[in-house]
């Protein structure tokens, strides 16, 4: 019960609409801090779908469900830390400055993202492990699409 | 629709009760990286309900409801980078060994910051201001009251 209660509260939450932290004036260390921490979570709960999908980690029903929510919410974090301030960081980071001279083409990566999670998660419940790994599949797409104009080659 | 779909999907993850990753041969390194990059965000989601809750930041039920919603999915991340194998870690870490030596106690910690999440989502619906600074203050103590024991003074 108390596990519904949660649920019903995070859909009233992302029902609002509303990605943006109340937070104004974040120094740009921070932003590049918590945007990176953001990826960084990412690639910690893909990184096991990205592996069923490729045959490299046994295919696990439970954890592409699992992982997939916790992507939903993760998908939500990073961009904001993009915002123009931090270009002003003093720290290391891989972002382009495309970022912010294309910010329409960045824009579009954003969302091609959030619809590839969107796609994962709506399969996710199901046993249909085909469909899931070919969303997955569009999930790392995604990823490689924004990473290949707007991040620094690794 | 769509959101809704997405958030069917999490309920049946979470209603799973699985918390940890597939993955099994993290390095320590990585491990600490990703259980750092976790605090970091609930930081970012916590620090302006804080600011709420304490009379500094403006009070918007909008934000306390997204941001409780984060921090539910994020309460479920660092736990796992606590592994034993991340005693070995050549990385800076504020961990104190009290995490490995008394891991009853660290377990009730996560316990108790789990339990405060849950009371904050549960009010982060309503528009009840009172209840909600009040079980933001109950998540701020549940984090101090682990920082306190298990992890070194900042």
Not at 5 to 16: D, S
Not at 52 to 66: L, S
Not at 106 to 121: G, P, R, S
Request: proline fraction near 5%; charge should be positive; glycine fraction near 10%.
């Amino acid at each position: 019960m108390k596990k519904r209660l949660l649920l019903t509260g995070l859909a009233f939450a992302l029902g609002a609409g509303i990605t943006q932290t109340a937070v104004s004036q974040v120094k740009p260390e921070i932003m590049v801090k918590q945007r990176q921490a953001a990826m960084t979570l990412q690639g910690k709960y893909f990184g096991p779908l990205a592996g069923m999908a490729q045959g490299k980690v046994p295919y696990n029903k439970d954890t592409v469900a699992m992982n997939a929510a916790l992507l939903d919410a993760l998908s939500r974090m990073p961009w904001d830390g993009f915002a123009p301030a931090s270009k002003d960081a003093t720290v290391k980071t891989a972002a382009l400055p495309a970022i912010w001279s294309e910010p329409t083409k960045f824009q579009e990566a954003q969302d091609n993202f959030h619809k590839a999670v969107e796609a994962l998660v709506a399969v996710s419940r199901g046993g249909d492990e085909a469909a899931q790994k070919a969303a997955i599949g569009g999930v790392g797409k995604a990823c490689g699409g924004c990473h290949q104009n707007f991040r620094e080659k690794q």
